[in-house]
């Protein structure tokens, strides 16, 4: 497993932007797929988008396609998740996870960023 630290969660308006990160210990993200997945309170947790280390494909889920980011900085072993156009709905508690390539079950996962968005 990898350690997974999280940061750059806040308040913000609706419309504006954050940018997430999901910082790695330990290992490097070299044959890792790392995630962003949210939770409301009183939902369940919900995907967001994931990118393949290795071929540097991204996904999204379709709440936050054409609006979320997410990119990797090999540099810094960090993972961003660069949130735009922020709407209310989007409130959450972001978390980052790690899965290796070979394994389809995210089994690292961070201790979680609050993201608030005012109407």
């Known amino acids: 497993q990898v350690q997974l630290v999280e940061s750059g969660g806040g308040l913000v308006q609706a419309g504006g932007s954050l940018r997430l990160s999901c910082a790695a210990s330990g290992r490097t993200f070299r044959s890792y797929t790392v995630g962003w997945f949210r939770q409301a309170p009183g939902k369940e947790r919900e995907y967001v988008a994931r990118?393949?280390?290795?071929?540097?494909?991204?996904d999204y889920a379709d709440a936050v396609k054409g609006r979320f980011t997410i990119s990797g900085d090999n540099a810094k072993n960090t993972v961003y998740l660069q949130m735009n156009s922020l709407k209310p709905e989007d409130t959450a508690v972001y978390y980052c996870?790690?899965?290796?390539?070979?394994?389809?079950?995210?089994?690292?996962w961070g201790q979680g960023t609050q993201v608030t968005v005012s109407s």
């Open positions: 996870a790690a899965r290796t390539l070979s394994v389809p079950i995210y089994d690292s």
């Open positions: 990118i393949t280390w290795s071929s540097g494909n991204t």
